[in-house]
């Protein structure tokens, strides 16, 4: 019988991977990148039949070892300290539970390895050098970080960071590849939608459809140009007087997404980036600083750090000319008039959409927003951006707002947009017909959690795994403890 657990375990499965798999995102716990007691460091590589080596370790301290990997009770409590510190839901995860999940990243790792699943030092070193840089401009200096990570020198930090990353990686890795060929078909779909009893379907919440005319006021030439002139400054200043790129963008570039971490991107051509930001990029050499360019974003300085055979690491600074009251005012005139002109029925929000919306992704589609965690055009109103929702939430059926004027988050200034929304659905028991994305993805997570438990199985059964004697009475979600 399909239980209402299994449904809800579906709904959280690939977001609880996710959160625990990933110990190390943007902030890493002093805690968990202290190197172990002395007395385990020798031994810290120990193979299936070393069964020995592991004895002469101090037991003391050590939760399980799973191949070639030791957990220490202590990497417990600081996985627990770093999921909070990362805002996630603890109430519900239980000490063993952690303990499991540390076990299966281990055995992921572990088995990567086996199979050749690598991780090249490049790729490591890379992943630390931004992470690294991320964290000095959040502290101010290098010597604040180590300081608050108790380092006596950047080599050591890097040591320890390289060695977490690497886990991490290679567990992602191996994750990736047992489930990257999985795919459902419309009948498989049908199957698991009809093995659920009617009386234990998901609800899924209330949702709707959100359109929007976007007018993106237009900065002056004059302003323009003052912009320009001051990133020619910028880029005489690194040719010149050999200052630093990196502190230049921590202290003009206007690209929240960069700015902390001094301008870096690493991008493929496939990188969703503005084509013209890409077709600049691409067509210079390594050192080399480009001209003062425009986008849709503002003005852009980029400065080329390496190119990777395909790749290229790079830093960039943004910066918006200043937008005039006159032209602020002008665009919300203009909104003003498109919002009478279809109330009056002369179009519809959609026709205005594609004839007057000054933004591209969503002008050609009727205005129609994408829901960005799902892709599709449903908000779910519990699950929708805060910000998004108090803009929407007192809107009637067919009611337009007045012109909203908000700072566009990618940079590129103020805008001003009408909303409209296009369609509301109330919350409902799971439909198969209109419910079909949804329904989906479930019998898809269903398919790749049995995948993954499949291999989970196998793997545990021909890899070395120990588990303390103090741990031994965990009730875990897979065999750790062999007979």
Known sequence: ?????????????????????????????????????????????????????????????????????VILESDIEKTLIDLKSQGAMTEDITRCGLLGKLMEDRLYAHQAVQDSLLVSD????????RQIQSFVAQMGSMAKLLKFYKKENEASLREDINKINKLRMLSEKM?????????????????????????????????MEISQI???PKATEIEKQKVIDKLSAIKADVEDNDAKFSVKAILYSQDPGSKSKGGFYSITKDTG???????????????????????????????????????????????????????LDEAKTELDSIRKHIEEGKYSFADAARNFSDEKETKFDGGLLRNPITYDSRFELTKM?????????????????????????????????????????DEHVADFAKDYTKIQQLALTEKQYNAIKKWMSEHIDETYISVNESNKGCDFANNWVKE
Do not use: C, W
């Open 214 to 216: 976007v007018k993106q």
């Open 122 to 129: 490049d790729e490591v070193s890379l992943t630390t050098e």
């Open 1 to 69: 019988m399909y239980k209402t657990k299994k449904i809800k375990a579906l709904l959280s499965f690939l977001f609880i991977t996710s959160v625990v798999v990933s110990q190390v995102t943007e902030q890493i716990p002093d805690t968990q990148i202290e190197p172990p007691e002395p007395e385990l460091q020798a031994d810290m590589g120990i193979k299936k039949d070393s069964v020995s080596n592991f004895k002469k370790l101090k037991l003391d301290g050590i939760a399980a070892v799973v191949g070639d990997y």
């Open 385 to 425: 951006d805060p910000a998004l929702y108090n803009q929407v939430r007192t809107l009637k059926d067919n009611e337009i707002s007045h012109p909203i004027l908000e700072q566009d988050p990618r940079g590129g200034g103020p805008k001003y947009k009408l909303l409209n929304i296009t369609n509301r659905y």
């Open 175 to 207: 994750q990736s590849s047992i489930v990257s060929e999985i795919e459902i078909t419309p009948e498989e779909v049908r199957q698991f939608f009809n093995k659920i009893p009617e009386d234990e379907r998901p609800v899924f919440g209330a949702e």
């Open 273 to 327: 980036f503005d084509k013209t930001f890409k077709d600049v990029a691409f067509s210079m050499q390594e050192g080399a600083v480009s001209e003062p360019f425009e986008t849709m974003f503002g003005f852009h300085l980029i400065y080329i750090e390496k190119i990777r055979g395909q790749e290229l690491d790079l830093r960039h600074i943004l910066i918006t000319p200043e937008i005039s009251q006159e032209s």
